[in-house]
């Protein structure tokens, strides 16, 4: 987690839109090798995926649940060892480059929406028709419209157990570390520019120390605090791994509620980082064409406090704390 | 009233199951009954409430709250030690 962690916070400085490509991918591989192992056929999946360097998508939000992925209106049916899977998605990112998909979905036509699977769907087993248009304002490379989704394929490639356990064991902390790296990725690149904007102007008058000298030591002391956050939660999901810890620790609400908090704090950073970062290098800043523009930064960060909206994040934690007692 | 019974009506009053009441028995899967992780909040505190008991952090997990019996093995565990039987020290509707 660490090592992938430090890939993101890379791919980030350069172009979010690729990290969070590599992240998603990364993700839907944890919820295979951390939950589907125990069956043969996702054995053989995961050598495949290696060999062949195929890129797995998901489709997990879905239309009419209101942005909540824990809960499905769609669902799998099974008839001799076949499985068809129909669902209406909201958004696929990278859909339309993916080979395969996870698709989360009711466990049968009778189960409860929150009673979910998972269901891989490999390529020529589905079919998506595009619905909607990803035209937004950052994240553009992410390539993420509505799809409709049609698939069928044997039964085997239902993953073993449930999507609670694998979204709370694998896709939320995975989500939470990987994207939240990727986001001091861009904040990282942020402070950057802004800190060679600082010294050019400290170069053109030596002697005096340039106002906006405090601003960047009161930005890069927010970065510093975004950096500690996230290494300090990729370390701790590492040492939740190790043989010696409780595995049942993941599953438990303390850590439910940190993952929580570091989503919530490291997108709320983002976004201030860079806003800082913009005062500080000015028209600079504001421009497309110049070393110092933020523009691209600043369209990117603002979608980090809505992929799974904060306020919806904050209404969990309320939730959680009425019987959580952190003592 | 047993513990089992109280735990029934907190579940039929807080747990929003889809399922059926009638369905549930022992070791009738929750989750698969369509108790969300909020309901099952509400559940909890319910229960905190009725036995005049806290989960510790470490109950605070899905498998504690997956089925009947695995509730009130947490409840008895939690009350264990006591003088006398667990005492229903909150209102039921």
Redesign the interface.
Known sequence: MTEMSEVCAALGQYCASTAMVFAMHQIQVACIVRHGLGSQMFRDYCAELVERQMLLASATSEVGVGGDT??SICAVEVADGIFTLNKDATTVSYGANADDLLVTCR?SVD?????QVVVLARRGQYRLDQTTNWDTLGMRGTCSPGYRLSSSGPAAQILPG?F??AS?HTMVPYSHILWSSLWLGIATDAVTRAARFVRAEARSKPGTTPPTALRLAEVSNDLHTMRAMVRDMAREFTDAQSPNEDA?AL????FALKMNNLKIASSTLLVKIVHQALLLCGILGYKNDSPFSLCRHLRDAYSAPLMIGNDRIFA?NA??L?????D | MSITDIILRTLAEHGR???DRSLIDDHTDL????????AS?NV??AL?GLFDI?????M????VFRSVSSIRQAIEELTAGAASPPQLTGELK
């Open positions: 824990r809960s466990r189960a409860a929406r929150s009673d449930s609670a356990d709370s049942e599953l438990g609400m303390g969990k939730s959680m009425l019987v959580h007692k952190d | 199951l889809a399922a989750y698969q009954a369509g108790l969300t992780s909020h909040v909890m505190l905190e806290e989960f510790p952090d470490r605070l997990r899905r498998g």
